[in-house]
Structure formats: C-alpha cells, structure tokens
C-alpha cells in the first residue's frame, strides 16, 4: 500500500501540473474537477487494498510446516 500512496501522490501531482494539456482532452469534465480526481483516487486505492489484502488473506490460511514441506 506505501507503493500505491506514493504512485497516487506523484500521479495527483502530475496531473495537477499538466491541467493546460488535460483540459484540452477532457470534454465535459474540468481539469482539476475534484469529484473525478476523488473518484479516480479512490478506485485505484482500493484495487491496490484488494491487490495487497486477498494473496495475504490467502498465504495466512496455510499451515508453515506444510508450505515448507512443498518446497
């Protein structure tokens, strides 16, 4: 998740330096509109969540011995 703050962070950044090159490919939508960037900010953050959150779930179910057993 420390990765995906960072990638938002730099992305949030980047977009609201580049609002003259955004606003001339956005149409009906403002370049520093904060409903979209919410929006956009959030869905990322929780594929992130689920990207990290469901192979941990998954790797905490298994038993050591028996993973290391498999090696």
């Known amino acids: 998740m420390t990765l995906a703050a960072i990638g938002l962070a730099v992305g949030l950044a980047g977009s ?3 609002t ?3 606003s001339s490919l956005l149409i009906g939508v403002g370049a ?3 409903l979209t960037m ?20 998954r ?8 993973a290391l057993r498999d090696m």
């Open 16 to 18: 609201l330096a580049m």
């Open 20 to 22: 003259r090159l955004l």
């Open 32 to 34: 520093r509109d904060p």
């Open 38 to 57: 919410t929006a956009a900010a959030g869905i990322l953050v929780l594929v992130a969540f689920l990207a990290c959150y469901l192979p941990a779930r």
């Open 59 to 66: 790797a905490a179910k298994l038993d050591p011995l028996v």
